[in-house]
C-alpha cells in the first residue's frame, strides 16, 4: 500500500522554521517597543540603534540558538532576510 503525503500539511521543519523567523520578529519588537516594525525595511529604518542592533542579536543567539553575528544583521537587506538567515543557521530548525 502507498503512503500518500498531503503536500497541504506542513513539515515540522517548516512549522519550526516559522516559529524561529516569528520569534526574530518578536524580538525585533520587543528591543525597539514598537509592535509597528516593518520587516521589509532594514533595522535603521525601523529605527534601531547600534546599540540595539546588538541587542538584537545577542537576544537571538540565545532564544533561537542561530550562529549569527551583528555584520549579518548589517548586511541584510530587511528584516526579513536577517529572519530568514536566522531560521537557516538556528540549531532548533536543524
Known amino acids: 500500500m502507498r503512503k500518500t503525503v498531503d503536500k497541504r500539511s506542513p513539515s515540522a521543519a517548516a512549522i519550526v522554521g516559522d516559529a524561529v523567523y516569528n520569534r526574530v520578529l518578536e524580538i525585533v519588537r520587543r528591543v525597539l517597543r514598537s509592535g509597528d516594525v516593518d520587516p521589509a525595511l532594514d533595522f ?31 548586511d541584510a537587506l530587511d528584516i526579513e532576510s536577517f529572519a530568514r538567515l536566522v531560521v537557516a543557521r538556528s540549531h532548533d530548525s536543524a
Open 44 to 74: 535603521l529604518d525601523n529605527g534601531a540603534s547600534s546599540l540595539a542592533l546588538v541587542h538584537i542579536v545577542e537576544l537571538v543567539r540565545s532564544e533561537c540558538g542561530a550562529d549569527v553575528w551583528i555584520t549579518d544583521a548589517l
